[in-house]
Every structure is written in structure tokens, then in C-alpha cells.
Nanobody, 122 residues
């Protein structure tokens, strides 16, 4: 069964860091672009980052550029989101996603994880 499993969320103070991990299993995710979306209470879902199947061509949303980085370890079939200098506006549920075609803003990937909560206190 195809599955994306996120981990690494939690509570952190403003200015702190977290690293999210997404382990892909049960499918052909190794050939799919993967990425992250987030959704805060009362707000629309927002694209955060994406990366190609081979770990190249990372794309980062303007809202987190310079603070967040995405990486992929192919042998682990895992995608990471390193989040630095976190701010209260980064508080959201973060979802790992994958798609046979591409992952980008303003699209809905085919595969979603269950989400992991990130809460940033001021």
C-alpha cells in the first residue's frame, strides 16, 4: 500500500528550527517528484517546497525562501524539510505530497501524508 509518513513536527519558540521527514513506502515514489504543503487554521492550503525524483531542482515558496530547505535521500526514499528561523506565521499542519507528474503551487498532488503539526510560539 502506498504511504507517505511524516514525522518531526512539534512546538518550538520563534527563531527555532525543526526538521520534518517524509518516508515513502509501498509504491513507486522513488520516481515521483515530492514536496510539502501546509495549511493553517482558517487559511487556504499553501505550497511550501518541492523536489525532483533525483533530489535536484528544489523549489521553495517565496514565503519561506531563505529559511526552509528541501532535500531528498534516494536510498532512504525520504524527503526532508529543514525549517530555520521559524515564526508564528509558520504554524500549520504540514503535509508531505507526491505526484507522478510534478509538484508545484496551485495544483493538487495525487498522494498525501496524514500531516504533522508545527506550532511556533512567540
Amino acid at each position: 500500500q502506498e504511504q507517505l509518513a511524516e514525522s518531526g513536527g512539534g512546538l518550538v519558540q520563534a527563531g527555532g528550527s525543526l526538521r520534518l521527514a517524509c518516508a515513502a513506502s509501498g509504491g513507486t515514489f522513488s520516481t515521483y517528484p515530492m514536496g510539502w504543503f501546509r495549511q493553517a487554521p482558517g487559511k487556504e492550503r499553501e505550497f511550501v517546497a518541492a523536489i525532483n525524483w533525483n533530489g535536484r531542482a528544489p523549489v521553495i515558496a517565496d514565503s519561506v525562501e531563505g529559511r526552509f530547505t528541501i532535500s531528498r535521500v534516494m536510498v532512504e526514499n525520504t524527503v526532508y524539510l529543514q525549517m530555520n528561523d521559524l515564526q508564528p506565521d509558520d504554524t500549520a499542519v504540514y503535509y508531505c505530497v507526491a505526484d507522478p507528474g510534478f509538484v508545484a503551487p496551485h495544483m493538487t498532488p495525487v498522494y498525501w501524508g496524514q500531516g504533522t503539526q508545527v506550532t511556533v510560539s512567540s
